[in-house]
């Protein structure tokens, strides 16, 4: 036992280890995001015209749907990890696996939104649609949006991954005592992935579309 848990001292070390470890992680990627929300800060004042020009042009119908959808992932998640709690594996594994296809659902439909604002030729860049005064500023908007939605995104792949593993890892161990620390620390990072969309939504479908 001694030396399945070094270099902890005791479970209860390595099992607090584990959810501080998390916390740290996800304070380095406050930073990261935070960094994006310094620029939504600066550009959507010294360059509100064209910043708003570009809002307008998202979709908001399909931001609104990820919106709900990813809400409702996060809050499967955390009754999964209730579940863990109470030492219903069962119910850890219907609760993952809810949160991680409601996951995919998001990015497929994420995906969708992208083809369609390239097709319209929205990128920034030689081609871009929108012209007139503005359309520095409408490309400044999509350069952010972009970049927040693709690392955001990349955040959600690597939370499904992290959730299908806790399944595995429950499906795996049928009959044996249920680890809570591995469901709650995954919790954490899907929670992070939640709060920062439920940010970035108002940033990209609604602060100057009006």
């Known amino acids: 036992m001694a030396e399945h848990l070094a270099p902890y001292d005791s479970v209860q ?47 908001l119908m399909i931001g609104g749907i990820n919106t709900a959808l ?7 998640y955390t009754l999964g990890v209730e579940s863990a709690r109470n030492g219903n594996a069962r ?31 929205l990128f920034p860049g030689p081609g871009f649609a ?16 972009f970049l927040s939605t693709a690392l955001h995104g990349l955040h959600m792949l690597v ?8 399944c595995l890892r429950v499906y795996r161990g049928r009959g044996a005592p249920l680890r809570v620390v591995p469901v709650e620390v995954v919790g954490l990072y899907w929670s992070f992935v939640d709060m920062v969309w439920v940010l970035l939504f108002p940033v990209l479908y609604l602060i100057g579309r009006v």
């Not at 990813?70 to 499967?76: D, I, K």
């Not at 939370?159 to 806790?166: K, P, R, S, T």
């Open 13 to 59: 070390h390595r099992d607090e280890t584990a959810i501080a470890g998390m916390w740290l992680f996800l304070a380095s990627e406050i930073l990261l995001f935070g960094g994006l929300f310094l620029i939504f800060v600066v550009y959507s004042h010294t360059r509100a015209a064209g910043w708003a020009l570009g809002v307008r042009q998202t979709s």
């Open 91 to 121: 119910a850890v594994l219907h609760a993952g696996l809810g949160a991680a296809g409601l996951g995919v659902a998001f990015l497929c439909l994420k995906g969708w939104e992208w083809h369609t604002e390239l097709d319209e030729h």
């Open 159 to 166: 939370g499904i991954g992290l959730i299908a593993w806790v």
């Open 130 to 145: 929108l012209g007139g005064p503005q359309a520095g500023g409408a490309q400044l908007f999509y350069s952010f949006y």
């Open 70 to 76: 990813l809400l409702s992932s996060s809050m499967l």
